[in-house]
Structures are given as C-alpha cells and as structure tokens.
C-alpha cells in the first residue's frame, strides 16, 4: 500500500480541516480521496519536470566548472559565476553558461522560480559580505532577465559569508576564489510562487 508524503498529508489534512469547520459541511471519503490523488499525480507530475530540468541542467553545464544537484523538487547548479575580490561584476567568461542556462529555462521551463544565490568571502564584516553577496545576486538575476528569463521567475538572495556555506572553509583573497560565487537553485513549485526579493 502506497504511504502519502508527508507534504501530501499535511495537504489533505487541511482539506479535511476545511470541509469539517461548517457544522453543514463534510467531505466524503471520495472526494477525499479523489484530492489526495489529485495532490499525488501532482507530485510525481513535478518530480518528472524536475528529473528533466536535471537532465536538461547536466546536458547544458558539462562543460563549464558546475555541480547539478537534485533535491527534493529542486535543482541547484551551483557556481555559475565567480567574482574577483571584493567586486560584483560579472565575469565575461561565465556569460556563456548563464545564456545557455536561460535558454533552456525559457524554451523548456517557464514556470519555475529559480533563486539566485549570491557568495562572499570572509574577508569582510558580516554585513559588508551580505550587502556584497546580494550584489553578485542581482548582477547574475539582472544578466539573466537580460538573456530572455521573465524576471517574475527570479529572486535574488544572499548568504555573505556565512560559515556553513563556505567552499572553502576561511579562505580569502586569492585562495577564496571558490567562496565569491553565485548559485542557481530552481524550484519546480515555483509556478504559484511570488518571486521576492529577499535577503536571507
């Protein structure tokens, strides 16, 4: 017997919440399970997008430095821009895979929210690398809705320096190369999703 996600659970749980709160109002066991099928074909409908996009993502960036990552309706294509010390201009060098990478989003996937995730090196305070993350975030954002991406699918993030996502653990300068990044992180749900702006 096939068990619910937890994420379909607490769905249809809400679904129950809602039929039960009117005294007059129930849901019948068929139209209850008909919501969790429904929310069921919706799942696997959206992991079958996201094992695409996946595919679709490895195909693109074989040939530059990145790493595709699936996870749980999402794919994260990590270090699609690198920065030289303390600047926020985009590399001439990694224009090509951007292009390439708003292409396939705009012919293939045109209701994913992608979240672009801007990177500092330790060198600076915690606030300065924040304000310099965001930057690199919005530069690569900006890039992309330059090469075609509706800009309601983007939002731009920034992490700084914080320790935990660090390539390389303290390093600056000329060995922090790996730590002044921008990522991409495309979410398959995003098709109902507000794009913001949002520091996190």
């Not at 996201?50 to 309706?73: E, V, W």
């Not at 992608?114 to 965001?134: C, K, Q």
């Not at 890039?143 to 390389?168: E, I, K, P, W």
């Not at 390093?171 to 999703?193: F, I, M, P, Q, Y």
Request: aromatic share 6%; with cysteine.
């Amino acid at each position: 017997m096939h068990t619910p996600s937890p994420r379909i659970a607490v769905l249809a749980a809400s679904l129950l919440t809602i039929g039960l709160a009117g005294c007059s109002n129930y849901v019948k066991k068929q139209d209850f399970s008909a919501a969790i099928q429904q929310l069921q074909q919706k799942q696997q409908d959206q992991q079958s997008q996201i094992d695409a996009l996946r595919q679709q993502m490895q195909a693109q960036f074989s040939k530059y430095d990145t790493q595709i990552t699936a996870m749980q309706g999402r794919v994260s294509v990590d270090t699609v821009a690198h920065f030289a010390f303390n600047s926020a201009t985009l590399d001439d060098q990694d224009k090509p895979a951007l292009q390439n990478f708003a292409a396939t989003i705009s012919k293939y996937h045109p209701n994913v929210l992608i979240t672009v995730e801007g990177f500092a090196d330790p060198a600076g305070s915690h606030a300065y690398n924040r304000r310099l993350g965001m930057k690199r975030a919005e530069a690569v954002r900006d890039f992309l809705v330059q090469s075609g991406v509706n800009a309601d699918q983007l939002r731009a993030v920034s992490y700084g320096s914080d320790t935990n996502r660090q390539v390389a653990k303290g390093a600056t300068h000329d060995r922090g190369t790996d730590n002044r990044r921008v990522s991409l992180t495309v979410d398959s749900a995003g098709a109902n999703a507000s794009a913001t702006t949002a520091t996190s």
